[in-house]
Antibody, heavy 127, light 110 residues
Framework: QVQLVESGGGVVQPGGSLRLSCVAS????????MHWVRQAPGKGLEWVAF????????YYGDSVKGRFTISRDNSKNTVLLQMDSLRIDDTGVYYC????????????????????WGKGTTVTVSS | QTVVTQEPSFSVSPGGTVTLTCGLS?????????PSWYQQTPGQAPRTLIY???SRYSGVPDRFSGSILGNKAALTITGAQADDESDYYC??????????FGGGTKLTVL
C-alpha cells in the first residue's frame, strides 16, 4: 500500500540545521509532487513546501522561504527538507504528504490536494 | 498575506448535523481554489476527507460532504458520531504552487 515514512527529526539549537527525509513506497514516486506540512505544538497545520514530480520547481511558505530547501532523490524514492537558520518557532511535527496529481495533471486531472500522509517526525528547536 | 478562516470550535450532538466553513480574510472561496478538507485526531497524522470542493476521498463515509455556501467552502457532517470528534482543516490552493491551511476547527460531539 502507499506509505510515507519520515525521519531525521531531533533537537537542535536556534540557528542550527537539520535535514528531514521522507521515504515513499507503494506508488510511482517519480510521477508525483511531494509536500511538507508542519504543526507547532498545540497549533494548526501549516503548509511548508511543495516540489514538483521532476524536482525542477520548488515552492515555499512565507515563513520558511530562504531558509528551507525541498529536494528529492527519485532513485531512492525520497523527498528531503533541508532546514537552515532554524528558529524556535520552527518547532513542531513535520509531515510529508503526497500530491494527488500524477505528473502535474498531465496524466489524469489535477485537483490540488494532498492525498496520502506520513506519520510525521518531530523537530525541536531549543537552546 | 492570505488568511484562511475557520471557526475555532463547534459542537454537535450525536446524530446531528454540523456545517464547518472555510473562508478568506479578503475575497470569496470558490471551486477555483480547489478547497480540500482534512480530519486530525490528537497525536495522529491528518486524514484526507474531501477534495476539489465536494469529492469524497476513497473510504470516507458519505456522511461527510463538501460544498460552497455563499462565499465560503463548507464541510457538512450528517449524523455525527462520537469518533467524528476531531480537528478539521481546510486547505485552499492559491495558485503558483502555493497552498494555505485554515486555522482548523475543533469539533466536539456531545
Amino acid at each position: 500500500q502507499v506509505q510515507l515514512v519520515e525521519s531525521g527529526g531531533g533537537v537542535v539549537q536556534p540557528g542550527g540545521s537539520l535535514r528531514l527525509s521522507c521515504v515513499a513506497s507503494g506508488f510511482l514516486f517519480d510521477d508525483y509532487g511531494m509536500h511538507w506540512v508542519r504543526q507547532a505544538p498545540g497549533k494548526g497545520l501549516e503548509w511548508v513546501a511543495f516540489l514538483r514530480y521532476n524536482g525542477r520547481s520548488q515552492y515555499y511558505g512565507d515563513s520558511v522561504k530562504g531558509r528551507f530547501t525541498i529536494s528529492r532523490d527519485n532513485s531512492k524514492n525520497t523527498v528531503l527538507l533541508q532546514m537552515d537558520s532554524l528558529r524556535i518557532d520552527d518547532t513542531g511535527v513535520y509531515y510529508c504528504a503526497k500530491d494527488s496529481a500524477r505528473i502535474a495533471g498531465q496524466i489524469g486531472p489535477h485537483y490540488y490536494y494532498m492525498d496520502v500522509w506520513g506519520k510525521g517526525t518531530t523537530v525541536t528547536v531549543s537552546s | 498575506q492570505t488568511v484562511v478562516t475557520q471557526e475555532p470550535s463547534f459542537s454537535v450532538s450525536p446524530g446531528g448535523t454540523v456545517t464547518l466553513t472555510c473562508g478568506l480574510s479578503s475575497g470569496s472561496v470558490s471551486s477555483s481554489l480547489y478547497p480540500s478538507w482534512y480530519q486530525q485526531t490528537p497525536g495522529q497524522a491528518p486524514r484526507t476527507l474531501i477534495y476539489s470542493t465536494n469529492s469524497r476521498y476513497s473510504g470516507v463515509p458519505d456522511r461527510f460532504s463538501g460544498s460552497i455556501l455563499g462565499n465560503k467552502a463548507a464541510l457538512t457532517i450528517t449524523g455525527a458520531q462520537a469518533d467524528d470528534e476531531s480537528d478539521y482543516y481546510c486547505v485552499l490552493y492559491m495558485g503558483g504552487g502555493i497552498w494555505v491551511f485554515g486555522g482548523g476547527t475543533k469539533l466536539t460531539v456531545l
